[in-house]
Nanobody, 124 residues
Framework: QVHVVEAGGGLVQAGGSLRLSCVVP????????LGWFRQAPGIEREFVAT????????DYADSVKGRFTISRDNAKNTVYLQMNTLKPEDTAVYYC?????????????????WGQGTQVTVSS
């Protein structure tokens, strides 16, 4: 079992920034597509961002495009989510996920390994 661990959540004022990080252990990290998802209370988990194995193809939800940036460091088995210009509606638990395929995906069902989540709260 792969133990995925997110970090970097917290409380921030609207307009502020946070950077989430996620470590995915294992030799397959560098060949895996990765994604960030989020879930707010009473709402289904939704796609935020995804990146392919080489880090040269990214996709974002419309709600975060232009504000969030996903990146990865294969030497550190780590994927990042830089979140700028945060809004109260970004408040959610953020989850990191890894595929066993090299491409990214918007579909949560395509991901095999999930972290426990990290809380992000944006105050108005």
């Amino acid at each position: 079992q792969v133990h995925v661990v997110e970090a970097g959540g917290g409380l921030v004022q609207a307009g502020g920034s946070l950077r989430l990080s996620c470590v995915v252990p294992g030799r397959t990290f560098s060949s895996s597509g990765l994604g960030w998802f989020r879930q707010a209370p009473g709402i289904e988990r939704e796609f935020v961002a995804t990146i392919n194995w080489r880090g040269d193809s990214m996709d974002y939800a419309d709600s975060v495009k232009g504000r969030f940036t996903i990146s990865r460091d294969n030497a550190k088995n780590t994927v990042y989510l830089q979140m700028n210009t945060l809004k109260p509606e970004d408040t959610a638990v953020y989850y990191c996920a890894a595929r066993v395929r090299p491409s990214g995906s918007r579909l949560s069902s395509y991901y095999v390994y999930w972290g426990q989540g990290t809380q992000v709260t944006v105050s108005s």
